[in-house]
């Protein structure tokens, strides 16, 4: 096959609003480690992927929209083809509407757009003969952070017991001389280390950049289905923000825990570069009514008030939607290769649940994809409520929660677009 790689700096030059905690109060204050984003093309046979990361929050479905359209009408590849993910650091830009306080970043936005349009180009530019090899490994950062109380309900607090799926999946790409030409790493903890006012990559960046040292490599980074789990840097008191000395040395741990795994590494047989995607509806539960929002802009919540507002304009134009879209995309190699990527902050359960759906053949599961949609909470999740099932949902400007088989609608969606590809 044959594959190409860019970099490409995003940082902003002045201070931006971001996005990630409603806590923020002003613009940003700094930059701890600059933003960056990628752009793996492939090729084979006729078929080809053109694969981003960046690192953002993740993309809106408008924004990805737009975006797609945008690099396909420049490079020549259809929209289909095209994957956008996300490293989901919290310390981003604000660059599309959310229930939270801070304005969007237009001008950024217009600018990162266009960067995600050269870095592919330059990634079309850059393609060249290469092989790929593939490693799981394991790595022991992050916890789930959904603990049942013993009432039937939840705590956001670590629960070292709860699900996690610590497969630690690299793809190398290697030239005819057997050197190395770029990876692509895809391991699931929030990434939110830091909070507070500087921007960075938090501890995705740091990983990318030990691997490219430890590799001569460009490195590349997307966030698995990580929904309920985030870092286990701990206090007395729960969870707690990280040093940036801290969250570099996760970096380059996760680094050292990807090359242990070399000695396990196994050639993939490329037999294709096949995108299949399909866009299907989350149905939400019970809507609210005009009641119900006029009452939460009397109450005192300022970024309810946000949410209230919007759906209230939205309801003096018609009904509210009774479901999301949702866009998957699965990216195959071969029949016994896939890399699934989901819109939404999906709960671990439910990339578990994928890979085991697709057993025997090695699938790599990828949330935060294209549209970041809401959180998707796993079934088991629902009974016991919490910020993932319940709590979230005003953030991102949805009118109710997911009812509780989304996780089954997700399964088979994705188990029906795989079979298109057999």
Not at 144 to 164: C, E, M, Q, S, V
Not at 166 to 189: A, K, S
Not at 258 to 283: C, M, W, Y
């Amino acid at each position: 096959m044959k594959a190409g790689f860019a970099l490409i700096d995003i940082t902003p030059d002045h201070p931006v609003w971001m996005v990630g905690y409603a806590s923020r109060d002003h613009q940003s204050e700094g930059v701890y480690q600059n933003l960056r984003a990628g752009a793996i093309a492939l090729s084979h046979r006729g078929g080809a992927a053109l694969l981003l990361t960046s690192d953002i929050i993740g993309h809106s479905l408008a924004f990805a929209a737009e975006t797609k359209a945008l690099i396909a009408d420049a490079t020549g590849l259809l929209p289909n083809q095209i994957i956008l993910t996300a490293t989901h650091t919290h310390c981003a830009p604000f660059f599309y509407g959310w229930g939270m306080p801070g304005e969007v970043e237009t001008d950024w936005a217009a600018e990162f757009q266009s960067k995600l349009i050269e870095v592919s180009l330059r990634a079309m530019k850059d393609l060249a003969t290469a092989r790929v090899q593939f490693t799981r490994g394991s790595s022991t950062f992050g916890v789930n952070r959904r603990t049942p109380d013993g009432k039937g309900g939840i705590l956001f607090k670590a629960n070292p017991d709860g699900p996690i799926d610590r497969d630690l999946d690299t793809l190398w790409f290697i030239d005819p001389d057997g050197e190395i030409r770029g990876t692509f790493t895809v391991y699931g903890c929030h990434a939110t280390c830091r909070g507070e006012y500087l921007l960075g990559g938090d501890y995705p960046g740091f990983l990318c950049r030990e691997m490219t040292k430890q590799t001569e490599a460009p490195a590349f980074f997307a966030m698995g289905c990580s929904g309920n789990i985030r870092p286990d840097f701990m206090s007395d008191n729960g969870f707690r923000g990280a040093e940036i000395e801290e969250i570099q040395e996760v970096g380059e741990r996760m680094t050292r825990e990807i090359l242990q795994s070399l000695g396990n590494r196994r050639e993939i047989d490329i037999k294709t570069v096949d995108v299949a995607t399909a866009f299907h509806r989350l149905p939400y539960a019970k809507l609210p009514g005009k009641r119900k929002l006029e009452k939460v802009i009397d109450g005192e919540d300022k970024n309810l008030k946000i949410w209230a507002n919007h759906f209230l304009d939205r309801l003096s134009n018609g009904p509210l939607p009774k479901s999301c879209p949702q866009e998957i995309q699965i990216l195959s190699l071969n029949p016994e290769f896939r890399l699934v990527f989901i819109g939404g902050e999906i709960l671990t359960e439910i990339g578990l649940h994928l890979k085991e759906a697709f057993a025997p053949a090695t699938t790599v599961t990828v949330g935060y994809s294209n549209g970041l949609i809401a959180y998707v909470p796993g079934r088991e999740t629902y009974d016991l409520g919490g910020y993932e099932v319940e709590g979230s949902y005003p953030y991102f400007l949805r009118p109710a929660p997911f009812t509780k088989d989304v996780e089954d609608r997700i399964v088979s969606t994705a188990l029906a677009l795989a079979g298109r590809q057999e």
